[in-house]
């Protein structure tokens, strides 16, 4: 079964600062977890009702986790 998280970041400022999620994550604000797409997809709009996402200053990221690969 795959999860989901909805995590809620600041935006990052431009003024060359290495953009690599992996090396340097965007600060978390908030994290839920989901139990389906469609639960993830409803949290997510609640987040991007937000007006510091509305206006710019964070965003709204839906991560899939625990996928299973189907063997062969």
Request: proline share 3%; net charge positive; no cysteine.
């Amino acid at each position: 079964m795959t999860r989901f998280l909805v995590v809620l970041t600041d935006v990052r400022p431009v003024e060359g600062v290495n953009r690599n999620e992996r090396v340097v994550p965007e600060r978390r604000r908030q994290v839920v977890g989901a139990s389906s797409r469609e639960a993830a997809d409803r949290i997510a709009g609640a987040f991007m009702a937000l007006g510091m996402v509305r206006a710019g200053r964070q965003r709204v990221k839906v991560i899939a986790v625990g996928r299973r690969h189907s063997r062969d």
